[in-house]
């Protein structure tokens, strides 16, 4: 079964917080990268394979917050693969606590072939293709805004 | 006369790079925001008084990337006051490396008042609003959208 | 029974790592300071309250570094309480990976009071002298060593 | 004329304070790294070039920490060559502020080849040996301890 979402724990760590009090903005980038590379261990993958020439830079990446978290606050990460090309991921990922919305963002990967330097677009290694799909849900928003 | 940019030079330190032998996506966001606060400072105002009851928190933030930066490369960025309100700014961010369009960027901004943890949305402080303004650009482009 | 030490798991994540395909070394210091918290969660205790005016400043630390961690390393981290006074704790930290020693480092924190931005060396709460306490191994070592 | 110490000025960022309203300590560690990297291109070198099988981990570094830094502190930071042996460089830093010592660190790396994961003690290219030197106060320490 390819694996589509994935759902994890985490508590906030006292130097991803700032002199506002609450965690920098830029950690929330961080913590759905982390969960996105849980979601492909779940998958039986590794994003960053040793000696490997297949890369995945990000495209694009946003997030809108909602309230702050705080140092040892724990929150709940969840990412899902909301649409899949041959060459490109699109997730979206929610961040709660307590069931309140926290923030919501989305990140698009592109696979690369890397030689040296040059980073070229490539399409999936064919692994890939098996061990990682779209959520159903995602799936039926497509057809029904299609 | 009101800050509406600001352009500033940076080399990328080692740290920010990745296993992928790049800059990590998550320091982007954290460039822009140095140059923000660079914006502020040009117009004599810190974003972060101590002391102060009003606090400037992410409300969004979105980057594309194009190409990749490197362990030592200069880099611009340049960071220019799109809108405001009288509670919120939009900035836009390009960073571009020997003229190359390296990624784009925004990030809203939006003014609170702090009671210990509580954070309530506020209206600018006057001196604000004498000191920052959107860049002419963006005004006639409101104006052309309208 | 006051806490002495804590063993805690981990995982690198890809942002730890820098362009030579290694954990970054600024990063041992934040995995000790992790490990560090949790050891006071476990003794009931937060070393950042909301609104508290007491304060842990470190004044000292330091790692030596073996072997390298990469990503998605998994690895063990084990803090001590190697000495108290009534103003400040040293702890020392193994960092190992499939038993093998990764790094070893030691902190030393002391209390504070602050006034707005003044600080003022502190004597501890009372609640921290009957929840934390050195090791028995570190105080037979004092002993030894006297 | 081989260069032996850099001294360089820096801001501090806002995303490198934590919820204490100071720097986090782990910052320093950069901060000594940023300008060990500037003293590196002042003598001509990359500390990380592109496609090289050399490399320069860390294998110890310590800080104590006298006074806190704040958002937009400016600072001093001055790092000198202490000591070298044909595999080894040990490095000492101060960070001042307007006069005042904030802290003082120190830190050794060692040259390694790296060949896939594996790294091997190496010697430094002849290279290094004639654009890095100690310090003559270095030097005059060394002799007055021997």
């Known amino acids: 079964m390819p694996v ?12 991803e917080t700032d002199a506002a ?11 759905m990268e982390e969960a996105e590379h849980a979601l492909w261990r779940e998958a039986g993958l590794s994003i960053h394979e040793p000696g490997s020439h297949i890369g995945w830079p990000r495209v694009a990446a946003s997030f ?3 309230r702050p978290l705080r140092f040892e606050d724990e929150f709940d990460v969840h990412v899902r693969i909301a ?3 041959t060459r490109t991921i699109r997730y979206t990922c929610t961040i709660e606590k307590d069931g309140a ?8 990967i592109m696979c690369v072939r890397r030689d040296g330097e040059k980073m070229e677009s490539a399409e999936f290694p064919h692994e890939i293709m098996t061990r990682l799909a779209p959520t159903s849900a995602s799936i039926l928003t497509e057809i029904s805004n299609a």
Do not use: D, L
């Not at 919305?101 to 698009?108: D, F, K, N, Q, V």
């Open 21 to 31: 009090g609450i965690v920098h903005f830029s950690w929330f980038y961080r913590y």
């Open 83 to 85: 649409a899949m090309t």
């Open 101 to 108: 919305r926290i923030a919501s963002g989305s990140m698009t």
């Open 4 to 15: 589509s979402e994935y759902r994890g724990k985490r508590r906030v760590q006292f130097y």
């Open 64 to 66: 809108e917050f909602v």
